[in-house]
């Protein structure tokens, strides 16, 4: 009977020992993944500065169900070809809405100078943190983003 109980310990003692190394390393791969910051400005004119920053959208499966996705690029389409602007390459995007209900379009801004217009590839908003709390920022609303 006495057998049980220490083995019990052993176990539990086993486990607990190895959670600080399966976290770590959850964290590790977390750290591996860069983040950006962003100053985003709507079309009333405000300015929302946001940590963390990715691009959000939701694909439709059925009529009930729903896959997010968090990406750090930027969908856009030039033509027919759909293009994957990565944030990291980016210095600005400058947002001009539609007059219909049309998605927006953007003239991308990279680090290294070269620029590009683009229209939106679907509709989504810009996520991420912000002083107030978390905060999302649909494209429609946008008029430019300044990456830092």
């Known amino acids: 009977m006495r057998e049980r109980p220490v083995r019990f310990k052993v176990i539990l003692f086993v486990v607990m020992a190895a959670f600080p190394f399966l976290s770590a390393q959850g964290e590790a791969q977390t750290k591996g993944e860069r983040t950006f910051n962003a100053i985003i400005t709507d079309t009333q004119g405000i300015e929302t500065e946001v940590k963390n920053v990715f691009f959000y959208w939701e694909e439709k499966i059925s009529e009930t169900a729903f896959v997010p996705h968090e990406v750090r690029q930027l ?8 293009v994957q602007v990565k944030f990291d390459s980016m210095k600005q995007i400058d947002v001009k809405q539609s007059t219909d ?7 991308v801004i990279l680090t290294n100078g070269k620029s590009g217009d683009f229209s939106a590839a679907l509709a989504g908003s810009f996520r991420g943190e912000s002083d107030f709390g978390q905060t999302e920022i649909p494209i429609n609303t946008i008029s430019k983003v300044v990456f830092k």
Do not use: D, H, I
């Open 101 to 107: 209900k049309a998605l927006p379009t953007f003239t």
């Open 75 to 82: 969908p856009v389409k030039r033509g027919t070809a759909t």
